[in-house]
């Protein structure tokens, strides 16, 4: 389990109903690019959010990441979810298109 859902059970087991409605909307409350931010690490973006005082960044990486199988790519060492897997080694689809057109 992530740390977003063992927090989003633990306040429903509490009967926290505000902070259950807040995290499961959090979808609708951040952009596209605001989580695409989040997913690449980027803490900056916490000060351009408004969060409550009780959500940490772990929680929003855990947030935004959830669902992601991210792997690590040999050649650029980006994480990335879209690629192949070439004899064991991770190939991001970018790197993958860059040696097909060379």
Request: hydrophobic share 35%; net charge positive; charged share 30%.
């Amino acid at each position: 389990m992530t740390l977003y859902e063992t927090t989003l059970t633990e306040f429903k087991r509490k009967g926290d109903e505000e902070k259950v409605r807040w995290l499961e909307g959090l979808n609708k409350r951040i952009t596209l690019s605001q989580k695409k931010r989040i997913q690449e690490n980027d803490t900056k973006i916490m000060q351009e959010l408004f969060t409550p005082k009780w959500v940490s960044w772990e929680l929003m990486y855990s947030w935004a990441t959830k669902g992601l199988q991210t792997k690590n790519c040999i050649l650029c060492n980006k994480k990335d979810s879209l690629g192949m897997d070439f004899k064991g080694k991770f190939l991001c689809a970018n790197c993958f298109i860059e040696i097909k057109h060379k």
